[in-house]
């Protein structure tokens, strides 16, 4: 699995060819279901350090709805496990690619050097938690612990990420 088709995948319905066809390599059989207060569910491939989240299409397009659970579920994101992660330690590290070849082991240095300066940094108090890079249609985050450990990365759909800004 590489980072270049999840990221073409963002944005698409659960329903569309592509994402089925992904779905069946990661052996992932369940439909994402929102329920009625609360916009999005995950699929998890824990074996293959994945998870991924879909959310309410209504959601998405500010559609005012009783419910959540009768639009069409959208992909949004993904995140790529370190193998290292303090919580879900059940999740094995992701072997896939990651965007500018960077990898799971990789100093900030290194990812500075692939991706350049990072457009967010998420720090309090001198820790940083996460370095969030944009590159076209997605947000991708590098996580880390108190330790400065990495997590997990996160491939986020640009679009979703600007609908939770605006709240």
């Known amino acids: 699995m590489d980072h270049e088709r999840i990221e073409a995948l963002l944005g698409q319905p659960f329903e569309s ?19 009625k207060d609360d916009p999005d569910d995950f699929l998890a491939a824990k074996a293959m350090g994945i998870e991924l989240m879909f959310v309410d299409q209504d959601y998405i397009a ?9 639009a069409p579920m959208v992909f949004v994101g993904a995140t790529l496990y370190s193998g290292r992660q303090s919580s879900s330690p059940a999740f094995r590290a992701f072997s896939g690619s990651l965007p500018g070849q960077a990898r799971l082991d990789d100093t900030v240095d290194q990812l500075v050097s692939k991706l350049g300066p990072p457009d967010m940094v998420d720090e309090d108090d001198g820790v940083v938690y996460a370095r969030v890079w944009h590159r076209g249609i997605c947000h991708v985050g590098f996580n880390y612990n108190e330790g400065g450990v990495l997590q997990y990365v996160q491939l986020n759909w640009r679009d979703y990420m600007q609908r939770l800004t605006e709240d």
């Open 62 to 70: 500010r559609k005012p709805v009783l419910r959540y659970g009768n």
């Open 17 to 35: 060819s592509d994402m089925q066809a992904m779905l069946g390599e990661l052996k992932l059989y369940d439909k994402p279901k929102a329920k």
